[in-house]
């Protein structure tokens, strides 16, 4: 069974630039998510969607960020324009959605750094 | 608010000896905990986790952990570590996984 795909795997890009990372999550599952890993840090929850609806956006920084899974399957997280903070590694995951404490699968991530 | 704590930031043990490492957690209600590896320049793995039950979980690679409600714990065990052990593990809460800040574990040979 295929795992959990993210693209790009390594961004550097300059502050106020945009830029755009991609995920397509385990075949079947419903449920998908978006984490933002500061160095250091755990991952922080910045976007849950079940299908292509938003299940939880309370901590993504809306006026730069913007996520999207228009047709229930793969997902897009975008950064416009980027601060220096925002690098980090992006964490895209998925499950299965039945409801209750599903384990989620992580993709690889993507490492984003802001010069 | 859940929230997860990992009291330690290194663990530091000799291949062959048990892997303890340590998570408390705070939440309303049940709590959902979950373990996860991450090694370098690769995405987290699932090793376990606790919904209701047998308090002793068993998961990947020979770990188990260990839900003690009174203490508010969720320790994850190795009776015998291997150097490929040596990682960053995460404890976390909730299906929305709130993550603790990770303990790094180093197996010497």
């Known amino acids: 069974e295929a795992g959990v795909a993210q693209s790009p795997r390594y961004k550097i890009i300059e502050k106020r630039q945009s830029v755009a990372f991609w995920c397509n999550p385990i075949?079947?599952?419903?449920?998908l998510y978006w984490y933002q890993q500061i160095l250091g840090q755990g991952p922080k929850l910045l976007i849950q969607f079940q299908n292509n609806g938003v299940v939880d956006d309370s901590q993504l920084p809306k006026d730069r960020f913007s996520a999207e899974r228009l047709k229930g399957v793969d997902s897009t997280l975008k950064i416009q324009p980027a601060k220096l903070e925002d690098s980090a590694v992006y964490l895209c995951?998925?499950?299965?959605?039945?409801?209750?404490?599903?384990?989620?699968?992580f993709g690889p991530g993507t490492r984003l750094t802001v010069l | 608010a859940q929230s997860v704590a990992q009291p330690e930031d290194q663990v530091n043990v000799a291949e062959g000896n048990p892997l303890t490492v340590k998570c408390t957690y705070s939440v309303s209600g049940n709590p959902y905990l979950f373990w996860y590896v991450q090694y370098p320049n690769r995405g987290l793995q699932f090793l376990l986790k606790y919904i209701t039950g047998d308090n002793l979980v068993k998961g990947s690679y020979g770990f188990e952990a260990e839900f003690n409600k009174s203490q508010t714990s969720f320790h994850l065990k190795k009776p015998s570590a291997l150097v490929s052990d040596s990682a960053l593990y995460f404890c976390?809460?909730?299906?929305?996984?709130?993550f603790g800040a990770g303990t790094t574990v180093t197996v010497r040979a």
């Open positions: 075949s079947g599952h419903a449920t």
């Open positions: 976390a809460v909730d299906y929305k996984l709130s």
């Open positions: 995951a998925s499950s299965l959605g039945g409801g209750g404490p599903d384990t989620q699968y």
